[in-house]
């Protein structure tokens, strides 16, 4: 069956370096892959996508890779601050379908 | 301003006692969808619309009924909750399905 992984569910890093997120998938070759940010209590809200034709995708200090043949993205935000401490979602559509199934997540907590 | 708007925000109701949880956009989108989010589980889909007068299961639709009679209005309804049915719920819209997901605030509902 189709499956998403996130890493870890927590992930602690301190301000200023780099935070590296990771979502695996198995089973299945999705078209795209998007990314959110949910802070407690809130809906996600989305950040980035990323096409199976694209190696890499930058936003600021966001960056998204997507490897097809690992079947995995990495998501990394560069200089972390202690705003950007929330729960990162990695999402993927099913294979032959229009839902998009989102992965549990992953908290980070930067550390000032 | 362009949003998701959910009602309530938050619910307390009883086992059995039929209640809607609204659902509005303003940005004109063909796709809506309910997503039910518990604490280990993530967010699971429960229905979603493609447009109006067509909608389809998610991962977790049983209990759950929805409509979309206007393209801009997606009500979740529930005929006969359940104490299981305890859950923070999401509505999101977007422009197509393949298309980054909009989240509304969420509407904690509480079935004693």
């Known amino acids: 069956s189709q499956k998403i992984e996130q890493n870890s569910e927590a992930l602690n890093i301190q301000e200023g370096k780099t935070a590296t997120l990771t979502c695996n998938y198995t089973?299945?070759?999705?078209?795209?892959l998007q990314w959110y940010r949910q802070d407690p209590g809130r809906g996600p809200v989305f950040l980035l996508l990323i096409r199976e034709n694209e190696k890499e995708k930058r936003k600021e200090r966001l960056k998204v890779t997507f490897d097809t043949t690992l079947k995995q993205s990495l998501f990394h935000i560069t200089a972390s601050q202690p705003a950007d401490s929330a729960t990162y979602l990695c999402?993927?559509?099913?294979?032959?379908?229009?839902?998009?199934?989102f992965g549990k997540g992953t908290k980070l907590s930067v550390i000032p | 301003e362009a949003q998701v708007t959910q009602n309530p925000r938050y619910l307390i109701t009883v086992t059995g006692k039929k209640l809607t949880v609204t659902c509005s956009q303003n940005m004109n989108h063909e796709y809506m969808s309910w997503y039910r989010q518990d604490p280990g589980l993530g967010l699971r889909q429960i229905y979603y619309s493609m447009n109006v007068e067509v909608t389809d299961k998610g991962d977790v639709p049983e209990g759950y009924k929805v409509s979309r009679k206007e393209k801009r209005n997606f009500p979740l309804i529930l005929e006969s909750p359940s104490p299981n049915q305890t859950s923070l719920y999401f509505c999101a819209s977007s422009l197509s399905s393949s298309s980054p997901l909009h989240f509304g605030n969420g509407t904690r509902l509480t079935v004693t």
């Open positions: 089973n299945y070759s999705p078209a795209y």
């Open positions: 999402a993927l559509p099913l294979a032959g379908s229009y839902q998009l199934t």
